[in-house]
């Protein structure tokens, strides 16, 4: 079993940066992909990036390339969500999830959810 808590979220000006932080709990952090997803009022969830559990391999959504980065220190059980350059459209609610998968973005291939943290980008 493991339990995400995710903080962070807030509101900033387009153009600004935030740092989301997902907090782990569970002694095998480590062997699972991470994730973190997205989802706007009215819309789907999408993802927005994933981290295998070794941390050497991300991947990114094209809305957010080169924009967000996600990285992850296993002694801590914490994956982060560096985000700059920040749109409107970037606002959501955002998850991070976990997976037994080595990678995953799919959101069924995640097998715990946090209970998301409110971004709000205004212009």
């Known amino acids: 079993q493991v339990q995400l808590v995710e903080s962070g979220g807030g509101l900033v000006q387009a153009g600004g940066s935030l740092r989301l932080s997902c907090a782990a709990s569970?002694?095998?952090?480590?062997?699972?992909?991470m994730g973190w997803f997205r989802q706007a009022p009215g819309k789907e969830r999408e993802f927005v990036c994933a981290i295998r559990w070794s941390g050497g391999y991300t991947y990114y959504a094209d809305s957010v390339k080169g924009r967000f980065t996600i990285s992850r220190d296993n002694a801590k059980n914490t994956v982060y969500l560096q985000m700059n350059s920040l749109k409107p459209e970037d606002t959501a609610v955002y998850y991070c999830a976990a997976s037994r998968l080595a990678y995953a973005r799919r959101y069924y291939e995640y097998d715990y959810w946090g209970q998301g943290t409110q971004v709000t980008v205004s212009s």
């Open positions: 569970g002694r095998t952090f480590s062997s699972y992909a």
